[in-house]
């Protein structure tokens, strides 16, 4: 595979990053995902959208232009030949002596790869997925997209631990997101999530979804809700960019729409691979 670090192109064994790095030392680094579909990305801009709104909360040096970004893009793509799938990119502060304070004139460093997945045909999207609610114990900036993502690791293994799929998380008394997802819930034809703030991923799919949502009539709230009120909702589902809209049918193993995907989710489910389908660039 090749991989892209600092403008160059090299096979995964010859890359080199400094142990020096912040984003190794500091998790000072943000990144982003992009969807690939018949070899090429889904919602582009916006993924370039939220990076500089991240690099720029960070007071962090962006990398290169959009217009290069989408070019590498493009050319690991290419390069690895990637069908469907993912880029990661990854910007950090940069390689300098460990010290708290941000260095200064420090070149950022850019890494980029891909990885094939299949995100159509997705049993999980067939089926429907299975969560548990866990405490959220992040830090306060998730509108931030950085890599400090270790809460989240644990929270995929305590869903692991207990038989399910995924968690999702709670605070003061409301679902915040999933472990790497957004969450929603469906109520008499509405579809419920909570609002956007500093205590969420602000998801690039989360407003893609809400927008084909409104356009094909259906009603839409951006409220926190509660487990007990997804427990007792008609659907429930997460968005991001590798899954998709996938349905959830369990909540800490209480059943939501008799343990079957429901018809809203699924609906939402194609409506986004159509259009999806069409606007790749
Ligand atoms: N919330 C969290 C915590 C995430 O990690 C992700 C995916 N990275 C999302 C939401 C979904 O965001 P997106 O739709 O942009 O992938």
């Known amino acids: ?5 600092n403008g160059a192109y090299v096979p995964e064994e010859e890359a080199k990053v400094s142990v020096f790095d912040r984003g190794f030392l500091f998790a ?6 992009t ?3 018949e070899g090429r990305l889904l919602d582009f801009e916006g993924h370039m959208r939220r990076l500089r709104r991240s690099l720029a909360e960070l007071d962090m040096a962006a990398p290169a232009s959009d217009e290069e970004l989408l070019e590498i893009h493009r050319e690991l793509v290419r390069r690895n030949g990637v069908e469907e799938g993912l880029v990661y990119l990854q910007v950090t502060r940069g390689a300098a002596d460990r010290d708290f304070v941000y260095p200064a004139g420090v070149a950022p460093t850019l890494v980029m790869f891909t990885q094939e997945k ?3 045909e997705s049993p999980a999207a067939e089926r429907g997925i299975r969560v548990i609610s866990i405490p959220d114990e992040r830090w306060g900036r998730r509108d931030i997209k950085t890599v400090q993502l270790l809460y989240p690791s644990m929270g995929k293994m305590m869903a692991k631990a207990a ?4 968690a999702w998380m709670v605070e003061e008394g409301f679902v915040t997101e999933g472990t790497s997802n957004n969450a929603y819930i469906v109520k008499g034809g509405r579809i419920i999530t909570r609002h956007l703030g500093n205590e969420i991923l602000h998801g690039i799919t989360r407003a893609a979804v809400l927008r084909l949502a409104r356009e094909a009539q259906m ?3 951006e409220r926190p809700f509660t487990i007990e009120e997804a427990q007792g909702a008609d659907e429930a589902f997460i968005t991001s960019a590798t899954t998709f809209v996938q349905p959830v049918v369990a909540i800490d193993d209480v059943e ?3 343990g079957r995907p429901g018809p809203i989710a699924r609906r939402l489910r194609e409506i986004y691979v159509e259009e999806a389908r069409r606007n790749a660039v």
């Open 35 to 37: 969807s690939v579909l």
């Open 256 to 258: 939501i729409g008799g």
């Open 1 to 5: 595979r090749i991989v892209y670090v």
């Open 219 to 221: 009603e839409v709230e």
């Open 28 to 33: 000072d680094g943000v990144y982003e995902v």
């Open 163 to 166: 038989g399910a799929d995924d």
């Open 118 to 120: 299949q995100i159509v």
